[in-house]
T-cell receptor, first 112, second 115 residues
Framework: EADIYQTPRYLVIGTGKKITLECSQT?????MYWYQQDPGMELHLIHY???????EKGDLSSESTVSRIRTEHFPLTLESARPSHTSQYLC???????????FGQGTRLTVV | AQSVTQLDSQVPVFEEAPVELRCNYS??????LFWYVQYPNQGLQLLLK??????LVKGINGFEAEFNKSQTSFHLRKPSVHISDTAEYFC?????????????FGKGTKLTVNP
């Protein structure tokens, strides 16, 4: 069973609020990823990290930001939430790019 | 150009029938290939992967896939499906670009197994 956790699982929040989606893994993986997925749709890579103090933007432009101060923690922040941010956010980690990526159960965000 | 293409967005089949979910990849990506499954309201779980070696790869739950370099394909197969195989299936590749490597996914194929 994968040791990667996302909180909260579900979040409903008002427009303009600042939110942070948490992602933690206990496997000591260097590589971590954030994907955005609309219901029944493909996954879009929005951020990734190769290790502490390393973050890169993914293929899909996102107004969110990430940080990687500790190996096990890769939070995603939205400074001012908008309805267009409504989506599911999936966090993943892997030992290297070429090995299996383990996924959290996701955070389903609704901005009203 | 799309790095990975899943040709079928939806595949309905009857229980105990064979199934093939198609995936083609761009020749510009590295040949590290994966299939993941996503059950409703869950994250993704690895089914199988091809990194090197034998072109026929066996995974969990009776699934297998064959790497075909000449056709740049990595189709997923199962000889006899169960109701519990109903899920979304994603093909993924490692995309090397600008000195970095990223795991990118296809658009997914929704497999529905009917009784």
């Amino acid at each position: 069973e994968a040791d990667i956790y996302q909180t909260p699982r579900y979040l409903v929040i008002g427009t303009g609020k600042k939110i942070t989606l948490e992602c933690s893994q206990t496997m000591g993986h260097d590589k971590m990823y954030w994907y955005q997925q609309d219901p029944g749709m493909e996954l879009h890579l929005i951020h990734y990290s190769y290790g502490v103090n390393s973050t890169e933007k993914g293929d899909l432009s996102s107004e969110s930001t990430v940080s990687r101060i500790r190996t096990e923690h890769f939070p995603l922040t939205l400074e001012s939430a908008r309805p267009s941010h409504t989506s599911q956010y999936l966090c993943a980690s892997s030992e290297s790019v070429h090995t299996e990526a383990f996924f959290g159960q996701g955070t389903r965000l609704t901005v009203v | 150009a799309q790095s990975v293409t899943q040709l079928d967005s939806q595949v309905p089949v009857f229980e105990e029938a064979p199934v093939e979910l198609r995936c083609n990849y761009s020749s510009s990506v590295s040949v590290y290939l994966f299939w993941y499954v996503q059950y409703p309201n869950q994250g993704l779980q690895l089914l199988l992967k091809y990194l090197s070696g034998s072109t026929l790869v066996k995974g969990i739950n009776g699934f297998e896939a064959e790497f075909n370099k000449s056709q740049t394909s990595f189709h997923l197969r199962k000889p006899s499906v169960h109701i519990s195989d109903t899920a979304e299936y994603f093909c993924a590749v490692i995309l090397a670009q600008g000195g970095s490597e990223k795991l990118v996914f296809g658009k997914g194929t929704k497999l529905t197994v009917n009784p």
